[in-house]
């Protein structure tokens, strides 16, 4: 398994377990943001490597509006609290 694969799956782990404690906020942290809590869930970790710039890990999270404001910033203090700097956080339907 790649070095890549690894830190994608630990950066999928790291979300979902994000996503269970934004679960049990929704009702006083994410009331703004549209979420479909019985279907949220971190279907794909990216590694993105673009003709400029440097190269990061994009998480997408399906099952929540591409408006959501709250919910991304959440899961991205959790990814750095858990190690993982420059994560993108992608929501959407």
């Known amino acids: 398994m790649s070095d890549h694969r690894k830190t994608a799956l ?17 009702k006083r942290r994410f009331r703004e943001d549209p979420v479909n809590w019985a279907d949220l869930g971190c279907t794909d970790v990216e590694f993105v490597q673009p003709l400029e710039g440097n190269a990061f890990f994009r998480a ?32 959407e339907w």
Do not use: M, N, Y
């Open 10 to 26: 630990a950066i999928q782990a790291l979300v979902e377990a994000a996503l269970k404690s934004a679960h049990r906020l929704r």
């Open 60 to 91: 997408i999270i399906e099952e929540a509006s591409p408006d959501c404001r709250e919910l991304p910033e959440f899961i991205r203090e959790r990814l750095e609290q858990g190690g993982f700097e420059g994560v993108e956080v992608w929501t």
